[in-house]
């Protein structure tokens, strides 16, 4: 079956270790997406990326990394630097401009 | 910058009948997405509808339809016949395209909706 796969589901992680969420499509989409997602908020934008070798930074890009080295992945690493890590983070992909952003299952991450 | 604005944060609605979730949006640009997500507790994102800012007829999608106002920068979705599997958090959320050709998707900050039986 086509979909957007996030790994894994649910993460610990100390403070001042860095963590890396996994995130893989199959549906051949050019765009992948990162959202973090807090208590009583909406989906805040962390990285985007419309094509292999290039991403963009959204608007809570601090303390985040992201590559994109194959069409199929786009894996989020959250660093010592990210002061308040502890969300539920969704990766999302689309065909490309205009078309319909599809959702992973999302990963909890939190800080112990 | 983007905005969307849902001014409902919480809603209830009993079985069987019609409620109407709001949302308004702030845009410069005229070519641009809109989207209605629901987020029930599993929080995975399920796209309900879609609505091109170009087209002028409504988007229906089985019980689900928005009422789409340009002008107003108005995008409501109506649930009739509501169901227990409604209940969820509703976003509202819609793409606009930059000058440069970069695009983001941008989310209001839901409205919870029960749907009681």
């Known amino acids: 079956d086509g979909g957007i796969t996030q790994s894994p589901k649910y993460l610990f992680r100390k403070e001042g270790q860095n963590v890396t969420l996994s995130c893989e499509q199959n549906l051949n989409h050019d765009a992948m997406y990162w959202y973090r997602q807090d208590p009583g908020q909406g989906l805040r934008l962390i990285y985007y990326?419309?094509?292999?070798?290039?991403?963009q930074k959204g608007d809570i890009a601090e303390g985040y990394s992201v590559s994109r080295e194959k069409k199929e992945s786009f894996p989020l690493t959250v660093t010592s630097a990210q002061k308040n890590p502890t969300a539920f983070y969704l990766c999302?992909?689309?065909?490309?401009?205009?078309?319909?952003?599809?959702f992973g299952e999302g990963s909890w991450l939190t800080v112990v | 910058a983007q905005t969307v604005t849902q001014s409902q944060p919480e809603m209830s609605v009993q079985e069987a009948e019609t409620v109407t979730l709001s949302c308004t949006y702030d845009?410069?640009?005229?070519?641009?997405?809109l989207f209605w997500y629901k987020q029930p507790p599993s929080r995975q994102m399920i796209l309900v509808i879609r609505?091109?800012?170009?087209?002028?007829q409504n988007a229906t999608e089985n019980r689900f339809s928005v009422n789409f106002q340009k002008a107003a920068k108005s995008f409501s979705l109506k649930i009739s016949d509501s169901q227990l599997g409604d209940t969820a958090m509703y976003f509202c959320a819609f793409i606009e395209y930059s000058g440069a050709g970069s695009y983001q998707l941008t989310f209001g900050k839901g409205t919870k909706l029960s749907v009681i039986p």
């Open positions: 609505q091109e800012a170009y087209k002028q």
């Open positions: 999302a992909s689309s065909i490309g401009r205009g078309n319909t952003i599809y």
């Open positions: 845009t410069s640009e005229n070519n641009y997405y």
């Open positions: 990326s419309q094509i292999v070798n290039d991403f």
